[in-house]
């Protein structure tokens, strides 16, 4: 059974730099494309980017100068970098299989953004 | 950019009875409409995908409609275990996605 694991630090300051990696287990990355998500406290589900099948990447336009998503040094991970946070920026985040419809998903990593 | 409307933003009935939720899409998107479920603490799960298409394991009490830019979900008999908060998502406009805010369903 594909499932997908998710770890990065949870609190961090404003102005710094977020970074996630989620592993896919029970299967291979090069099968489908990936995605980030993230949900504000008590908001909706805003889409920030994904990864294709041939690594190609595609953001939020309003996260896109500071977003990166990437394949991860290990084999099946990606990973997802934001930067020059700030308190907007707080939220849970979320790594899903995208095929049109997202439908896998981790776990969420809650993020604070706070001094 | 494609923005979607949901309504209500919440609602509360009783057991048994028929649950609907409708999304708009401020252009035609064609049946390119997904709904998820999503429990307080937990990640949200496909039930719909392409407006209709009941996901794998997913109960038959719930059920989609619609095409172009209306499309409604509905739950046949609401159970307590349906309290969520359900998100219509459209992937038309590849290679980015929108999701609708949300409807609350609670029971009364």
């Known amino acids: 059974q594909v499932q997908l694991q998710q770890w990065g630090a949870g609190l961090l300051e404003p102005s710094g730099t977020l970074s996630l990696t989620c592993a896919v287990s029970g299967g291979s990355l090069s099968d489908f494309n990936w995605s980030w998500i993230r949900q504000s406290p008590g908001k909706g589900l805003e889409w920030i980017g994904g990864i294709n099948l041939s690594g190609i990447t595609n953001y939020n336009p309003s996260l896109k100068s500071r977003v990166t998503i990437s394949m991860g040094t290990s084999k099946d991970q990606f990973s997802l970098r934001l930067t020059y946070l700030t308190a907007a920026d707080t939220a849970v985040y979320f790594c899903?299989?995208?095929?049109?419809?997202?439908?896998?998903w981790g776990r969420g990593t809650l993020v604070t953004v706070s001094s | 950019d494609i923005q979607m409307t949901q309504s209500p933003s919440s609602l509360s009935a009783s057991v048994g009875d028929r649950v609907t939720i409708t999304c708009q899409a401020s252009h035609d998107i064609s049946n390119f409409l997904n709904w998820y479920q999503q429990t307080p603490g937990k990640a949200p799960k496909l039930l719909i995908y392409d407006a209709s298409n009941l996901e794998t394991g997913v109960p038959s009490r719930f059920s989609g409609s619609g095409s172009g830019t209306n499309f409604t979900f509905t739950i046949s008999s609401l159970q307590p275990e349906d309290v969520a908060t359900y998100y219509c998502q459209q992937y038309d406009n590849l290679p980015t996605f929108t999701f609708g805010p949300g409807t609350k369903v609670s029971i009364k």
């Open positions: 899903a299989r995208e095929a049109g419809s997202f439908d896998l």
